[in-house]
């Protein structure tokens, strides 16, 4: 089954803007089919990201968005309209476009039958370096980017009745990996995950430039600006000296046994109009949450554990709580922590 749908080229800020929401998500155990009513389901699907530093285009060619359901034929979406032009067979993106809470609404409406869709695959063309490729802020050669498997594969949801809208998030801090053999990039699924917009919470902040200017030992720093992240850790009460940077099982480097890696990673940006640095997770599950700060982190890799000292400065780890839906708030400041 194959459905044609139209790329909107949008940054959606407020996310009031999208269509109604609701149902629930859920991963590949889901079987609960009992919410075919008769009515259609209407998905929309965003694509979100978070920025990693020094690289100023992540740019994919997604082929095709392929939905799963157990027993049933797959809905296969690989045509486009675009700008107005029909049956584009794919579409780029940069992904860096569409840091935080903007979004990139790919699929807008699509009438599906409810029930259970046991996963959702993104395949992405990456045969040569324009199709798919990583631009560095200092190098002006394209690198190119593979994905392992030629595609995304994600768990999957339940449809249910009436309007939803969900949110592919690429982690590029987790996903994005250099392999210096052969000068590419490689795009895993670490860090890239798919939630219900309509349970989905926010957080952002500001960080206080004195934390990675002033503060030693992050004053010591040659360029104050640079190696500076947030890491997102599930739960609290949380030792800081369990909080690891980026680090996957694949690591060259043995991780202690207690060692926690994050969630989530966001890179610090410059607001345009306060001149305040500021950070931002855009898509996130509710549930209790650790950040933690740390201004010495141009050493982290995706998948190596590097032993970086999280946070610092030392005080920097604080601790929030956020329910579905919530736009959670906490800044950074120095002799800060604690609760937000």
Known sequence: ??????????????????????????GFDCNNDDDDDGNPALLSLGLSDSLPEDLTEVVIKVDAITLRRSGVEDVVIDTFTIDGLANVDSFQVDLLEYQGVKQLLVIEDLELAPGTYSGLSITILASSVNESYVQQADNDERKALRVSTGFQSLPGFQLVSGSQTYTVEFGLGQALEYDDATDTYLMTTNGVRIEDNTTAARLSGTVDSDLFDSVVPCSEKGTPTKGNRVYLYEGTRLLAENLADVFTSQSDTAAPDNAIAPFAVASMVIDDFTENWKYSFGFIPAGSYTIAFACDTEADDAVNYNGLTIPL???????????????????????????C
Do not use: A, R, W
């Open 1 to 26: 089954m194959k459905h044609p749908f139209k790329l909107l080229f949008s940054c959606l800020l407020p996310l009031v803007l999208l269509l109604p929401l609701g149902g629930c998500s859920c």
């Open 313 to 339: 400065p030392i005080d920097q780890k604080y601790e929030i709580t956020l329910t579905e839906g919530q736009n959670g708030t906490c800044n950074l400041v120095p002799d800060g922590g604690g609760s």
